[in-house]
């Protein structure tokens, strides 16, 4: 089964950028969707960006701000982060084939 891995998390300052990555043991990225989601605290996980066959989407809270692409040989997809928010706030986690990884934590700080 393929194994995914969340990296680039850390604290910021409102208005500061964090680029997160999702590694994944086989380069699946190449032919299968995945999404990047968030959980802040006492909240659901909520999808903010995706990539698919049908393009990229974005939660309307991070839209223009955040952008999800992936490599060329298929095995990491990012997330750039721009004019971070505190409600940016929370474990970030990628998903691809119903496989999650651990989340990589990011605050951001008013």
């Known amino acids: 089964q393929v194994r995914l891995e969340e990296s680039g998390g850390g604290s910021v300052q409102a208005g500061g950028s964090l680029r997160l990555a999702c590694s994944a043991s086989e380069n699946i990225f190449r032919r299968s969707p995945m999404g990047w989601y968030r959980q802040a605290p006492g909240k659901q996980r909520e999808l903010v960006a995706s990539?698919?066959?049908?393009?990229?989407d974005y939660a309307d809270s991070v839209k223009g701000r955040f952008t999800i692409a992936r490599t060329a040989n298929g095995y990491t997809v990012f997330l750039q982060m721009n004019g971070l928010k505190p409600e940016d706030t929370g474990v970030y986690y990628c998903?691809?084939?119903?496989?999650w990884g651990l989340g990589t934590q990011v605050t951001v700080l008013s």
């Open positions: 990539l698919g066959s049908g393009g990229k």
């Open positions: 998903n691809s084939r119903e496989v």
